[in-house]
């Protein structure tokens, strides 16, 4: 099979064989693909491996030979956003999580759709007016990813289908959903928490850290018990953050 000017998203790309790279694509009409881009090594092609960096939107034509296809063409069609800090380490775990989670050639627009528009947010960080803070950008991002992979959960309701009690507290089931917790175990949700995950607005900082938490685990789940390497990077800077030189300035894990 031949695709031509379909678009998408670089999500990962490492050197393969001697002078190629072996790419992660989300494109619109086909899901997750791995592509081979062939003859990009050395100094006169940098700005063709520059057009595969992650983060780029491309358009390109490609031929499929079993489960990796063939690029014959590929070209920018914007400018890259340059994350830096907590954004950029953001933008690592977000493109884990979506290889890990993507099934390839199974084309789910509604992800496309929202992975463009995350690109955006995550260039809006480190604006100090910028729209919503990182870990709220993030939550809603896994929200919307669970739900365009059939895999989210009723976040407005218990597991019973009763109303949220914004004042009780909630354990998550990754399959049914939401159960009261009268014992308010260390790991339960406020009632709100969820709510304002149900009615997209974003809560306060500590509900905030309750529903990573959450979503964490319910992730953890559909991930079959093996963690993201993301995760141990983001603990292990929020660790240096607080107990390294300057602890008193902001270095923590953007998830929170």
Request: proline share 6%; net charge neutral.
């Amino acid at each position: 099979m031949r695709v031509g000017g379909e678009r998408a998203f670089v999500l990962h790309a490492r050197p393969w064989r001697e002078t190629s790279l072996l790419v992660e694509l989300l494109s619109e009409h086909h899901g997750r693909i791995g592509v081979v881009a062939r003859g990009v090594q050395g100094a006169k092609q940098q700005a063709r491996r520059a057009a595969l960096q992650p983060w780029q939107a491309i358009e390109f034509d490609a031929a499929q030979r079993g489960e990796l296809w063939t690029l014959a063409r590929w070209e920018a069609v914007d400018a890259a956003p340059r994350h830096a800090g907590d954004a950029a380490l953001a933008g690592f775990y977000v493109h884990e999580l979506l290889l890990r989670l993507l099934p390839r050639q199974d084309a789910v627009p509604e992800v496309f759709l929202r992975y463009a528009v995350l690109r955006e947010e995550l260039a809006q960080v480190t604006v100090p007016t910028g729209p919503q803070p990182l870990a709220w950008t993030l939550r809603r991002f896994e929200r919307d990813l669970l739900d365009a992979l059939g895999l989210g959960l009723p976040w407005g309701e218990t597991a019973e289908g009763e109303a949220l009690d914004p004042a009780a507290r909630y354990r998550i089931d990754p399959e049914h959903g939401a159960w009261r917790d009268r014992s308010h175990a260390a790991d339960s949700l406020r009632g709100s928490a969820l709510l304002a995950l149900a009615e997209d607005r974003c809560p306060p900082g500590e509900e905030l850290g309750e529903l990573r938490r959450g979503l964490r685990a319910i992730l953890a789940h559909h991930l079959g018990g093996k963690p993201l390497k993301a995760w141990n990077l983001m603990a292990e800077v929020a660790r240096v953050g607080r107990s390294g030189p300057g602890a008193g300035e902001r270095l923590v894990d953007p998830s929170e």
